[in-house]
């Protein structure tokens, strides 16, 4: 994070009024021009734009100014010597970019080009692909750059403190790209092979540096790592190494050999980089969000010295840069005793608290997990679930329980709620069917959707009636659910204990509740309902729903496959007063295959008369033909083979068919031309 | 002159560890393999030696006649294999080369038992082609390399009196590393991790602690550069056990809280070393990759039946923050736990407390200045625990007072700047002898006591 210094222009801050700074606005334009610009021809509609509105925002901050200048200080991009705000869009990147081809300053001319611009973005981009992945220093050479787009080169800087335990270094974080060349031999080449005056000179006085540190450690073996690593010595040395550096350089600039120049080069680096590595900031200053590096703290990789080992004589040691604080002492007390106050508030037993617990395990849950950590979560859920849950344990339980229905894994959603379904039923001491209906009451529909397979499994399981109310509220909650989505879930409900073992609750089936008959209907729909079709026909015949229920399902005695489709549209539409027309087609197709088949000893059954007399309410092919058989099919031509009650009600129930059949005839005339049907009626009732 | 062969021991004992993980050709082991042959000789030309002799006496590494404590605690595997062999140290010659110390990493990694003498390991030695190395008889022995020639006048076939109190400590701190080092590399393996040792351990530790944390405080403060992982963790459990046992905690909640802070990151066993020990910033997707070890250390602690789920919680937890931020991303609903927040507040002040690669070590007074003003970080209660336990100045910690005195923090005090300190050497910078070692309470209604004048770091 930068330190935003008394200059530099913060985005909120300016947000104030609404409108983005023109450096920010600056940078945003930038960032576009180095997005698009490479990747379009000139004349395009999307690089005019990127291009134009570029030019705009620098116009605008120009003013009378001629030169755009971007500057990097202390690492930090500045334009026009404001210092940016690197959370602002694209000076990151920008930052980086001239970090990392070592830009000390740009200079755009005001009037620069749209070509110019172009030309300016390819290279730089051009520039930042041949130093990415270089390992060894070398020099870049920036050209193709147009005239009226100028670089400045970093310069190693004569005023360098090594002493200084200061935050400003800019040479750092891979400015220069360089591996770990060992020791100075650079130096030792400069003097070897003769060069330049200057930078002869400039290498002498950075030995003599190294070796009056040498002599002033009094340790004969101190390498040049170790040199280099000890800021303090050598910013004592009455030749400052500094200077020595920038008549090096000086010696450079005015001409060298390639290679010395290089090598030496790498051995200033090391030098430099040396003395930057200790001032990088951990990671743990990044996660809190604190700038380390602005508390200027450096200290060398040292090993601390362990008791009973050698100790340093105290001129061995060497002398540590002091530690900048932000807060004085007084301050922090205070700080510390407001914190140090709250731990004295409150007693820490050591109580069972398993929110967190129950949380951690409900995110596992939330993606997949190999069989030995689920096996795991069992068990500790069966711990924790292994009391009366306090409120905030089961809130978190609900809330566990919502957060995984909306899991994306439909697999380790499924496994998921299976597992802590599974493990809160057996423990017992809290309802499920309570949980249920409190994380329903919050779901969304789609949540509800998902949630459905559950709810009908723990219903179908039924052991956890205690609480009516809210079981009655959660079978509602089940049966109300759209058929459509019924059928898209109930493969995932017949994974689920009650249906793929069978295990049906007599509180549920026995007989079925109406609340759930379309859940049933849409379980039977299967080609393969399995032994719930078995428990619900015997359920149904408890208490069969409305009158077609009440005429058929005596009929029906067990479950068979051709009696499925009466089945589903019965338990569809069964809880209504008025039966539709499918049903009873249904029925009537039932009536007619099955009515007939009746054993002799079933046909003294109490419902059969009333079965038969539903014939004149129900639609059953060849209903005439049926009741005749009832009436009038005799064993041996003497015994009746249907008892009384039966051949009486056939016989009324003939009757009625044919007086209703009369009555629709006539009403049909009568619909048809009524003058003439009045004549007919008249002289049938004179007649 | 001497010097110090802590980096090398440090090769030594990761090139052990790597070996038991990868093959005998992995770069990782042919990088180390190369390595030492260079840092032994770049060491005994500054040390003027001819070969490095490390001799390992009742698990202890000693060079010079000096034992090597912090080695010792994290060389563990080289003092087991010296075990193994019978022998009482090793002598590098100056001309070892990296094939002979792939052939003495895979034996380390290998030998499982210790063998019948001596001589049967000088024999394996030589039968793996080992010839530059040697192996010392024991200490006790007339032959012991330690009183060779070579050393006359540097080495007089006497070791120097060891402090009871600090050796066992020292063991204590083997072990922990040992455990958390094990757990680490198990876990890469795809080993089950061993939790009855985790606890076994925490539990000595919570015992050992018993009489204070200030001997133990000192030793764990070795700077363990390439597996600083598991120092971290070990030195996590300790300030846990330390603050815990400030709040009276009972000992299965200590020993659970300690063993949670020990395997607080073991996560990061899963993480690539190129990212986990990256000097520089972590990119994005390294970023990314880097935090998932919070969720994967649960994960493998969620995997082993015996694994608390406190110690669940503190790999999973130890990088939230308080106000939510932090990761693994908390939902809204997610509840922490007291003893998790404390974890996370011992993690990031051990964190920045400690030396890194990447970052000198900085002052608790630094540290505190830090957690302070980053509001929202952490549970202000648990913060507040943490200050009261460890004060400005932690256990173990060495102070010159503002009378020239200079001690070791034996306790934090009431107030943070005033700890108890056992004074150990008088004004004018003089060891004081054991027994005119004295404890100050600098909090106490006493007039003319001394203040904390500089913390030694």
Same mark, same amino acid.
């Given at each position: 994070?930068?330190?935003? =210094?008394?200059?530099?222009?913060?985005?909120?801050?300016?947000?104030?009024?609404?409108?983005?700074?023109?450096?920010?606005?600056?940078?945003?334009?930038?960032?576009?021009?180095?997005?698009?610009?490479?990747?379009?021809?000139?004349?395009?509609?999307?690089?005019?734009?990127?291009?134009?509105?570029?030019?705009?925002?620098?116009?605008?901050?120009?003013?009378?100014?001629?030169?755009?200048?971007?500057?990097?200080?202390?690492?930090?991009?500045?334009?026009?010597?404001?210092?940016?705000?690197?959370?602002?869009?694209?000076?990151?990147?920008?930052?980086?970019?001239?970090?990392?081809?070592?830009?000390?300053?740009?200079?755009?001319?005001?009037?620069?080009?749209?070509?110019?611009?172009?030309?300016?973005?390819?290279?730089?981009?051009?520039?930042?692909?041949?130093?990415?992945?270089?390992?060894?220093?070398?020099?870049?050479?920036?050209?193709?750059?147009?005239?009226?787009?100028?670089?400045?080169?970093?310069?190693?800087?004569?005023?360098?403190?090594?002493?200084?335990?200061?935050?400003?270094?800019?040479?750092?974080?891979?400015?220069?790209?360089?591996?770990?060349?060992?020791?100075?031999?650079?130096?030792?080449?400069?003097?070897?092979?003769?060069?330049?005056?200057?930078?002869?000179?400039?290498?002498?006085? *950075?030995?003599?540096?190294?070796?009056?540190?040498?002599?002033?450690?009094?340790?004969?073996?101190?390498?040049?790592?170790?040199?280099?690593?000890?800021?303090?010595?050598?910013?004592?040395?009455?030749?400052?190494?500094?200077?020595?550096?920038?008549?090096? *350089?000086?010696?450079?600039?005015?001409?060298?050999?390639?290679?010395?120049?290089?090598?030496?080069?790498?051995?200033?680096?090391?030098?430099?980089?040396?003395?930057?590595?200790?001032?990088?900031?951990?990671?743990?200053?990044?996660?809190?969000?604190?700038?380390?590096?602005?508390?200027?703290?450096?200290?060398?990789?040292?090993?601390?010295?362990?008791?009973?080992?050698?100790?340093?004589?105290?001129?061995?040691?060497?002398?540590?840069?002091?530690?900048?604080?932000?807060?004085?002492?007084?301050?922090?007390?205070?700080?510390?005793?407001?914190?140090?106050?709250?731990?004295?508030?409150?007693?820490?037993?050591?109580?069972?608290?398993?929110?967190?617990?129950?949380?951690?395990?409900?995110?596992?849950?939330?993606?997949?997990?190999?069989?030995?950590?689920?096996?795991?979560?069992?068990?500790?859920?069966?711990?924790?679930?292994?009391?009366?849950?306090?409120?905030?344990?089961?809130?978190?339980?609900?809330?566990?329980?919502?957060?995984?229905?909306?899991?994306?894994?439909?697999?380790?959603?499924?496994?998921?709620? =299976?597992?802590?379904?599974?493990?809160?039923?057996?423990?017992?001491?809290?309802?499920?069917?309570?949980?249920?209906?409190?994380?329903?009451?919050?779901?969304?529909?789609? =949540?509800?959707?998902?949630?459905?397979?559950?709810?009908?499994?723990?219903?179908?399981?039924?052991?956890?009636?205690?609480?009516?109310?809210?079981?009655?509220?959660?079978?509602?909650?089940?049966?109300?659910?759209?058929?459509?989505?019924?059928?898209?879930?109930?493969?995932?409900?017949?994974?689920?204990?009650?249906?793929?073992?069978?295990?049906?609750?007599?509180?549920?089936?026995?007989?079925?509740?109406?609340?759930?008959?379309?859940?049933?209907?849409?379980?039977?729909?299967?080609?393969?309902?399995?032994?719930?079709?078995?428990?619900?026909?015997?359920?149904?015949?408890?208490?069969?729903?409305?009158?077609?229920?009440?005429?058929?399902?005596?009929?029906?005695?067990?479950?068979?496959?051709?009696?499925?489709?009466?089945?589903?549209?019965?338990?569809?539409?069964?809880?209504?007063?008025?039966?539709?027309?499918?049903?009873?087609?249904?029925?009537?197709?039932?009536?007619?295959?099955?009515?007939?088949?009746?054993?002799?000893?079933?046909?003294?059954?109490?419902?059969?008369?009333?079965?038969?007399?539903?014939?004149?309410?129900?639609?059953?092919?060849?209903?005439?033909?049926?009741?005749?058989?009832?009436?009038?099919?005799?064993?041996?031509?003497?015994?009746?083979?249907?008892?009384?009650?039966?051949?009486?009600?056939?016989?009324?129930?003939?009757?009625?068919?044919?007086?209703?059949?009369?009555?629709?005839?006539?009403?049909?005339?009568?619909?048809?031309?009524?003058?003439?049907?009045?004549?007919?009626?008249?002289?049938?009732?004179?007649? | 002159?001497?010097?110090?062969?802590?980096?090398?021991?440090?090769?030594?004992?990761?090139?052990?560890?790597?070996?038991?993980?990868?093959?005998?050709?992995?770069?990782?082991?042919?990088?180390?393999?190369?390595?030492?042959?260079?840092?032994?000789?770049?060491?005994?030309?500054?040390?003027?030696?001819?070969?490095?002799?490390?001799?390992?006496?009742?698990?202890?590494?000693?060079?010079?006649?000096?034992?090597?404590?912090?080695?010792?605690?994290?060389?563990?595997?080289?003092?087991?294999?010296?075990?193994?062999?019978?022998?009482?140290?090793?002598?590098?010659?100056?001309?070892?080369?990296?094939?002979?110390?792939?052939?003495?990493?895979?034996?380390?990694?290998?030998?499982?038992?210790?063998?019948?003498?001596?001589?049967?390991?000088?024999?394996?030695? &030589?039968?793996?082609?080992?010839?530059?190395?040697?192996?010392?008889?024991?200490?006790?022995?007339?032959?012991?390399?330690?009183?060779?020639?070579?050393?006359?006048?540097?080495?007089?076939?006497?070791?120097?009196?060891?402090?009871?109190?600090?050796? $066992?400590?020292?063991?204590?701190?083997?072990?922990?590393?040992?455990?958390?080092?094990?757990?680490?590399?198990?876990?890469?393996?795809?080993?089950?991790?061993?939790?009855?040792?985790? &606890?076994?351990?925490?539990?000595?530790?919570?015992?050992?602690?018993?009489?204070?944390?200030?001997?133990?405080?000192?030793?764990?403060?070795?700077?363990?550069?390439?597996?600083?992982?598991?120092?971290?963790?070990?030195?996590?459990?300790?300030?846990?056990?330390?603050?815990?046992?400030?709040?009276?905690?009972?000992?299965?909640?200590?020993?659970?809280?300690?063993? $949670?802070?020990?395997?607080?990151?073991?996560?990061?066993?899963?993480?690539?070393?190129?990212?986990?020990?990256?000097?520089?910033? %972590?990119?994005?997707?390294?970023?990314?990759?880097?935090?998932?070890?919070?969720?994967?250390?649960?994960?493998?602690?969620?995997?082993?039946?015996?694994?608390?789920?406190?110690?669940?919680?503190?790999? +999973?937890?130890?990088?939230?923050?308080?106000?939510?931020?932090?990761?693994?991303?908390?939902?809204? +609903?997610?509840?922490?736990?007291?003893?998790?927040?404390?974890?996370?507040?011992?993690?990031?002040?051990?964190?920045?407390?400690?030396?890194?690669?990447?970052?000198?070590?900085?002052?608790?007074?630094?540290?505190?200045?830090?957690?302070?003003?980053?509001?929202?970080?952490?549970?202000?209660?648990?913060?507040?625990?943490?200050?009261?336990?460890?004060?400005?100045?932690?256990?173990?910690?060495?102070?010159?007072?503002?009378?020239?005195? &200079?001690?070791?923090?034996?306790?934090?005090?009431?107030?943070?700047?005033?700890?108890?300190?056992?004074?150990?050497?008088?004004?004018?910078?003089?060891?004081?002898?054991?027994?005119?070692?004295?404890?100050?309470?600098?909090?106490?209604?006493?007039?003319?006591?001394?203040?904390?004048?500089?913390? %030694?770091?």
């Amino acid at each position: 994070m930068l330190t935003k =210094s008394p200059k530099s222009i913060a985005l909120d801050e300016r947000e104030g009024g609404g409108e983005q700074s023109p450096h920010a606005r600056l940078l945003l334009s930038l960032d576009r021009l180095f997005k698009v610009g490479p990747y379009y021809p000139p004349g395009h509609a999307a690089t005019r734009r990127v291009t134009s509105d570029f030019k705009n925002v620098m116009a605008h901050l120009l003013g009378q100014q001629d030169t755009l200048v971007f500057r990097m200080k202390a690492g930090v991009l500045h334009v026009q010597d404001e210092m940016l705000d690197d959370s602002w869009p694209g000076v990151l990147d920008f930052q980086t970019l001239l970090l990392q081809l070592g830009v000390d300053h740009l200079e755009i001319d005001g009037d620069a080009s749209v070509e110019d611009l172009l030309t300016f973005v390819s290279r730089f981009l051009a520039f930042r692909n041949e130093v990415a992945g270089v390992k060894h220093f070398r020099h870049m050479k920036y050209d193709g750059l147009p005239p009226s787009v100028r670089i400045g080169e970093k310069q190693f800087r004569t005023g360098i403190a090594l002493g200084s335990t200061g935050g400003e270094d800019q040479d750092q974080d891979g400015t220069f790209l360089l591996d770990e060349p060992e020791g100075l031999g650079g130096l030792d080449e400069i003097l070897n092979e003769g060069a330049d005056p200057g930078c002869v000179h400039g290498a002498e006085t *950075i030995n003599e540096g190294i070796d009056a540190a040498r002599e002033s450690s009094a340790d004969p073996t101190l390498d040049d790592a170790r040199v280099v690593a000890a800021p303090p010595r050598l910013a004592e040395n009455k030749k400052p190494v500094a200077s020595g550096l920038g008549e090096l *350089i000086g010696g450079f600039e005015s001409g060298q050999e390639q290679d010395i120049r290089s090598r030496a080069l790498e051995s200033v680096e090391l030098m430099i980089q040396k003395l930057g590595r200790s001032k990088r900031s951990g990671r743990h200053a990044d996660f809190l969000g604190t700038d380390t590096e602005s508390a200027g703290e450096r200290q060398t990789r040292t090993l601390q010295k362990m008791p009973g080992e050698q100790k340093d004589s105290p001129q061995e040691q060497p002398e540590k840069p002091k530690e900048v604080f932000l807060m004085s002492l007084p301050e922090l007390r205070d700080a510390l005793g407001e914190y140090a106050g709250k731990a004295t508030e409150i007693e820490y037993g050591n109580e069972q608290d398993e929110t967190e617990h129950l949380s951690i395990i409900f995110q596992m849950l939330m993606d997949k997990q190999p069989p030995d950590v689920l096996t795991s979560i069992e068990r500790k859920l069966d711990l924790v679930f292994n009391r009366t849950l306090p409120p905030q344990e089961r809130e978190v339980c609900v809330a566990g329980v919502q957060s995984l229905v909306t899991a994306e894994d439909e697999a380790a959603r499924h496994r998921g709620l =299976s597992l802590v379904l599974n493990r809160f039923r057996k423990a017992r001491t809290e309802s499920v069917i309570r949980l249920l209906d409190d994380v329903c009451e919050r779901c969304h529909d789609e =949540s509800r959707n998902s949630l459905w397979p559950f709810v009908v499994n723990e219903l179908l399981l039924g052991n956890d009636t205690d609480d009516l109310p809210c079981f009655h509220r959660l079978c509602l909650r089940a049966g109300e659910m759209d058929l459509e989505v019924m059928r898209e879930q109930a493969p995932q409900l017949r994974k689920l204990p009650a249906m793929k073992k069978g295990l049906f609750s007599d509180d549920v089936l026995q007989p079925p509740l109406v609340e759930l008959y379309p859940v049933f209907s849409v379980l039977l729909e299967a080609a393969h309902p399995g032994p719930i079709a078995v428990k619900l026909v015997r359920g149904l015949k408890l208490d069969p729903p409305g009158t077609i229920g009440e005429s058929v399902m005596p009929l029906i005695d067990t479950y068979k496959h051709s009696y499925r489709e009466f089945l589903v549209e019965l338990l569809a539409s069964g809880h209504r007063n008025r039966p539709p027309k499918s049903l009873l087609e249904i029925a009537g197709r039932v009536l007619a295959n099955d009515l007939l088949a009746l054993s002799p000893k079933r046909r003294g059954e109490e419902w059969v008369p009333g079965t038969i007399a539903s014939l004149a309410e129900i639609p059953v092919p060849h209903a005439e033909k049926i009741l005749k058989t009832i009436t009038g099919r005799r064993f041996l031509f003497l015994i009746n083979t249907w008892p009384k009650p039966c051949r009486n009600a056939a016989r009324d129930t003939r009757k009625k068919i044919r007086l209703a059949a009369l009555a629709a005839e006539a009403a049909r005339e009568v619909a048809e031309d009524p003058d003439r049907a009045f004549t007919k009626l008249k002289s049938e009732s004179d007649s | 002159m001497k010097h110090d062969p802590d980096e090398l021991v440090i090769l030594l004992t990761r090139g052990i560890s790597q070996r038991k993980m990868y093959f005998a050709e992995h770069p990782k082991v042919a990088a180390i393999s190369h390595s030492f042959p260079k840092e032994l000789v770049s060491f005994l030309e500054q040390s003027g030696s001819k070969s490095l002799f490390l001799g390992v006496v009742d698990r202890k590494l000693v060079y010079h006649g000096t034992y090597l404590i912090g080695p010792s605690i994290v060389g563990s595997k080289l003092s087991e294999f010296a075990e193994f062999l019978r022998c009482g140290g090793f002598l590098f010659q100056s001309v070892v080369h990296a094939d002979e110390m792939t052939q003495f990493f895979t034996l380390a990694s290998e030998i499982a038992e210790p063998l019948a003498h001596l001589a049967e390991a000088r024999a394996l030695l &030589r039968e793996r082609g080992i010839r530059n190395i040697e192996l010392s008889p024991v200490y006790e022995d007339p032959e012991h390399f330690g009183g060779l020639s070579d050393f006359a006048g540097e080495f007089n076939g006497e070791l120097a009196d060891d402090n009871d109190g600090q050796m $066992a400590g020292m063991f204590l701190c083997q072990n922990l590393y040992d455990t958390v080092d094990t757990a680490h590399t198990g876990s890469t393996m795809g080993y089950s991790l061993d939790i009855d040792r985790a &606890r076994e351990e925490s539990g000595k530790l919570v015992d050992g602690t018993r009489e204070g944390f200030m001997d133990i405080m000192q030793l764990v403060h070795y700077p363990d550069f390439d597996t600083y992982t598991v120092g971290h963790s070990v030195r996590v459990a300790l300030l846990a056990t330390l603050v815990g046992k400030s709040m009276n905690l009972n000992d299965e909640t200590l020993l659970e809280l300690c063993m $949670a802070g020990l395997l607080h990151d073991v996560g990061k066993s899963q993480i690539p070393d190129e990212i986990l020990f990256k000097p520089g910033r %972590l990119d994005v997707e390294e970023r990314d990759i880097m935090e998932t070890h919070a969720r994967i250390g649960a994960e493998i602690l969620m995997g082993h039946e015996k694994a608390s789920m406190l110690a669940v919680a503190g790999a +999973w937890g130890h990088h939230l923050r308080s106000d939510g931020g932090g990761y693994p991303k908390a939902p809204e +609903w997610a509840g922490r736990h007291f003893l998790t927040q404390l974890l996370q507040v011992c993690d990031v002040f051990e964190a920045l407390t400690a030396i890194r690669p990447y970052k000198p070590p900085f002052s608790p007074r630094r540290v505190y200045e830090i957690m302070v003003q980053d509001e929202g970080a952490f549970d202000p209660t648990a913060l507040g625990v943490f200050v009261r336990a460890v004060g400005l100045y932690p256990p173990g910690s060495r102070l010159v007072l503002t009378d020239g005195t &200079r001690g070791i923090v034996t306790a934090a005090g009431n107030d943070p700047e005033k700890p108890v300190v056992l004074i150990q050497s008088d004004r004018e910078g003089n060891e004081l002898p054991a027994e005119m070692h004295h404890e100050v309470d600098l909090d106490a209604e006493a007039e003319d006591l001394p203040a904390v004048e500089e913390l %030694l770091m």
